[in-house]
């Protein structure tokens, strides 16, 4: 079983299009987040949620918001995308900040 | 505030060799420190970790690293490098908070 995964693996859409990518995390952990990492590979962290409460929120368009259903699902919102949000969005779980995290596949977004 | 600081952007060693992938951190107090490895197309999989204890750590794939207090390192180090070794390390920090700190990342490259 998949530990963290996300839906879908691939997205390409045009500019202006409103898009959701989900995440879920079968480990039981209270923590997860969502990551950005750009084409040079730089791994920029956008959101946690602890305990269903964002925690921390980086300083990254009001476009983007996180979800969360329940404590295993972390889904990111992106509203009106722009080319810039072209990237690769991975999503993480832990339980807590001494802990190792573990990392889903990866979305590769494309924005057109 | 913590930060960490991966000063080579690739690492380049032949096969058979012993090599060192460097990390540097900033923050207040004890850290905690992660080290990942991502291959292509793959998200980020935990290697080893520094909590407390022995400054040695050893983890996965015959990969260890250092704590060093006195010069805030925590070196990544393996005493002979296989060419599967090749990929993207990011060091990384926190503080027991939910908020983790990702270095650069560093590409190595290991040469048959």
């Known amino acids: 079983d998949t530990a963290v995964s996300q839906t879908p693996k691939y997205l390409v859409t045009q500019m202006g299009n409103d898009k959701s990518i989900k995440c879920e995390q079968n480990?039981?952990?209270?923590?997860m987040y969502w990551y950005k990492q750009d084409s040079k590979k730089f791994l920029k962290i956008m959101f946690s949620?602890?305990?269903?409460?964002?925690?921390i929120n980086e300083t990254v368009p009001n476009r983007f918001s996180p979800k969360s259903p329940d404590k295993a699902h972390l889904n990111l919102h992106i509203n009106s995308l722009e080319l810039g949000d072209s990237a690769v969005y991975f999503c993480?779980?832990?339980?807590?900040?001494?802990?190792?995290?573990?990392f889903g596949p990866g979305t590769r977004l494309l924005v057109l | 505030a913590q930060s960490v600081a991966q000063p080579e952007d690739q690492v380049n060693v032949a096969e058979g060799n012993p090599l060192t992938v460097k990390c540097t951190y900033s923050?207040?107090?004890?850290?905690?420190l992660f080290w990942y490895v991502q291959y292509p197309n793959r998200g980020l999989q935990f290697l080893l970790k520094?909590?407390?204890?022995?400054?040695l750590v050893k983890g996965s794939y015959g990969f260890e690293a250092e704590f060093n207090k006195s010069q805030t390192s925590f070196h990544l180090k393996k005493p002979s490098a296989l060419v599967s070794d090749s990929a993207l390390y990011f060091c990384?920090?926190?503080?027991?908070?939910?908020?983790?700190?990702f270095g650069r990342g560093t590409s190595l490259i290991v040469h048959p």
């Open positions: 993480a779980s832990t339980t807590g900040g001494r802990e190792t995290q573990y």
């Open positions: 990384a920090v926190s503080r027991g908070s939910y908020i983790p700190t």
């Open positions: 480990l039981g952990h209270d923590t």
């Open positions: 923050v207040s107090g004890n850290p905690y």
């Open positions: 520094y909590i407390t204890g022995d400054n």
């Open positions: 949620y602890n305990n269903k409460e964002l925690i």
